[in-house]
């Protein structure tokens, strides 16, 4: 079996469960980028790779309870695949986090048994 080389996670703050990843990743002797989601904000490519790797799309990456979602004068239903993805890189708070991916599998939001699974 592969073991995975790199694993990319985007955050909006260095909370608690992010330097557990952080140990987790040391442990198993991979290599992570920690990326800010407010200074480092995904590419649309790199939105659209990361949607593909969801199982259940939009719904999966979107914060829906969370204030930044509450307060959209849009229904993002309604908008196109290309105006959502350019409204989460407006509004990067729309996405749950933490994001985290080696490039073929992703968690999202704080997961250590699904860390370890993209960790192999």
């Known amino acids: 079996m592969k073991r995975c080389e790199s694993i990319d996670i985007f955050y909006i703050s260095q909370l608690y469960f992010l330097q557990n990843d952080e140990k987790m990743a040391d442990t198993h002797s991979i ?12 590419s649309p490519r790199e939105l659209l790779k ?16 969370s ?8 229904n993002l239903e309604e908008l ?3 105006e959502v993805v350019h409204r989460v890189i407006k509004e990067p708070k729309l996405l ?7 490039g073929d599998k992703i968690v999202i939001v704080y997961n250590p048994d699904a860390f370890k699974k ?3």
């Open 50 to 65: 990361i949607l593909s790797l969801t199982s259940s799309g939009l719904d999966e990456l979107l914060a829906t309870r």
């Open 118 to 120: 993209i960790a192999k």
């Open 80 to 82: 196109s695949l290309s």
């Open 96 to 102: 749950r986090r933490p994001i985290l991916t080696n």
């Open 31 to 42: 290599d992570f980028e920690e990326r800010h989601l407010f200074r480092e904000t995904p």
């Open 67 to 74: 204030q930044t979602y509450k307060k959209l004068e849009q």
